[in-house]
């Protein structure tokens, strides 16, 4: 815990400077500084009033309410969203243009190897991570990413591909502000040999055919056959939720990096809600500005996902 005050001294001292400037500026100029708290307080008072949002965050200072069904749902009915046609009608388009990138290159490996029944068994290839755009990964699918960016609140996107004989392990996802979507590309069979576990619930991928579900909710995936499944995989906003999309992502990527800042660089805070959540709060605002401009968005895009190590990775 000293350790962590120590590294935490910095902030301190920056957070009594910038207090001290606000308490000089109010004296100064009053009338200024009501209208901007007054606007202040609008907006937050604003904030408040929205339905609350759940965060991979609370899994350290709380924990996911998955009771209410009629809220977050195991699985959304796609027929209720009118984009899905026209994202159905077009998957052929979009596995023609993994087929070829497959024929020069593999996926990677997903980086959460806990996550994973067999070493390397998941493996994905990103084009947007929570608002962030891989340029590089896009340009190998023009007509994938001309389909999705019609689709409303998209947030996500990436290919997603399991060995046979293997298992992702049961977890919980980022947020229930997002609408997770499965397209199936190459799939083998159908249950009870491969399928998809939501909750107490399961499906089967359909090749052409999107699955929709709550990412908060504990879900696995299986594949007992002895070929590989292939699927597109991407987020939207729900709809209810569609005016914080920004925030929504900004909240996302600073609650990974939290964690892996707990992980990797100060250990010490894992279990002292104080530091982890001024880490938290402090990043939040910093990740708007490559959500919005893509300023860094490559960058950033590899440190989330670990995707440093890919040029290591070599065709199997």
Same mark, same amino acid.
């Given at each position: 815990?000293?350790?962590?005050?120590?590294? +935490?001294?910095?902030?301190?001292?920056?957070?009594?400077?910038?207090? #001290?400037?606000?308490? #000089?500026?109010?004296?100064?100029?009053?009338? %200024?500084?009501?209208?901007?708290?007054?606007?202040?307080?609008?907006?937050?008072?604003?904030?408040?009033?929205?339905?609350?949002?759940?965060?991979?965050? @609370?899994?350290?200072?709380?924990?996911?309410?998955?009771?209410?069904?009629?809220?977050?749902?195991?699985? =959304?009915?796609?027929?209720? $969203?009118? !984009?899905?046609?026209?994202?159905?009608?077009?998957?052929?388009?979009?596995?023609?243009?993994?087929?070829?990138?497959?024929?020069?290159?593999? *996926?990677?490996?997903?980086?959460?190897?806990?996550?994973?029944?067999?070493?390397?068994?998941?493996?994905?290839?990103? +084009?947007?991570?929570?608002?962030? @755009?891989?340029?590089?990964?896009?340009?190998? =699918?023009?007509?994938?990413?001309? /389909?999705?960016?019609?689709?409303?609140?998209?947030?996500? %996107?990436?290919?997603?591909? /399991?060995?046979?004989?293997?298992?992702?392990?049961?977890?919980? &996802?980022?947020?229930?502000?997002?609408?997770?979507?499965?397209? &199936?590309?190459?799939?083998? &069979?159908?249950?009870? #040999?491969?399928?998809?576990?939501?909750?107490?619930?399961?499906?089967? !991928? #359909?090749?052409?055919?999107?699955?929709?579900?709550?990412?908060?909710?504990?879900?696995?995936?299986?594949?007992?056959?002895?070929?590989?499944?292939?699927?597109?995989?991407?987020?939207?906003?729900?709809?209810? $939720?569609?005016?914080?999309?920004?925030?929504?992502?900004?909240? %996302?990527?600073?609650?990974?990096?939290?964690?892996?800042?707990?992980?990797? %660089?100060?250990?010490?805070?894992?279990?002292?809600?104080?530091? *982890?959540?001024?880490?938290?709060?402090?990043?939040?605002? $910093?990740?708007?500005?490559? /959500?919005?401009?893509?300023?860094?968005?490559?960058?950033? $895009? @590899?440190?989330?996902?670990?995707?440093?190590?890919?040029?290591?990775?070599?065709?199997?």
């Amino acid at each position: 815990m000293e350790g962590a005050v120590q590294a +935490l001294e910095p902030v301190r001292a920056w957070l009594k400077t910038a207090s #001290e400037h606000v308490m #000089e500026f109010v004296r100064e100029k009053p009338v %200024v500084s009501g209208v901007v708290g007054g606007a202040v307080a609008l907006g937050f008072g604003y904030y408040m009033s929205l339905r609350p949002v759940y965060y991979d965050f @609370n899994k350290i200072c709380g924990q996911f309410n998955d009771k209410n069904l009629d809220v977050d749902p195991y699985f =959304f009915d796609p027929s209720k $969203f009118d !984009w899905v046609p026209m994202v159905e009608s077009n998957w052929k388009v979009i596995r023609q243009e993994l087929e070829e990138y497959l024929d020069s290159q593999p *996926l990677q490996p997903y980086f959460g190897g806990n996550l994973m029944s067999k070493k390397q068994c998941w493996r994905v290839l990103g +084009l947007k991570f929570w608002g962030l @755009n891989h340029s590089e990964n896009q340009k190998h =699918f023009p007509k994938t990413m001309a /389909i999705l960016n019609k689709v409303p609140g998209l947030s996500l %996107v990436a290919f997603s591909q /399991i060995e046979g004989g293997t298992a992702i392990t049961p977890h919980h &996802g980022d947020t229930n502000a997002n609408i997770r979507c499965h397209m &199936g590309l190459v799939v083998p &069979g159908t249950l009870p #040999e491969i399928g998809f576990q939501v909750g107490d619930q399961q499906k089967s !991928w #359909e090749e052409g055919k999107i699955l929709m579900f709550c990412d908060a909710h504990r879900h696995t995936a299986f594949n007992n056959t002895d070929k590989t499944r292939i699927i597109l995989q991407f987020d939207v906003i729900r709809p209810e $939720f569609e005016n914080q999309r920004t925030l929504i992502s900004a909240r %996302v990527l600073a609650s990974i990096c939290t964690q892996k800042i707990m992980l990797h %660089v100060l250990p010490c805070i894992r279990g002292h809600k104080i530091p *982890l959540r001024a880490i938290y709060y402090t990043l939040i605002p $910093f990740l708007f500005v490559p /959500i919005i401009t893509q300023i860094g968005s490559l960058w950033l $895009f @590899n440190f989330f996902l670990d995707n440093s190590s890919k040029k290591k990775d070599t065709k199997a």
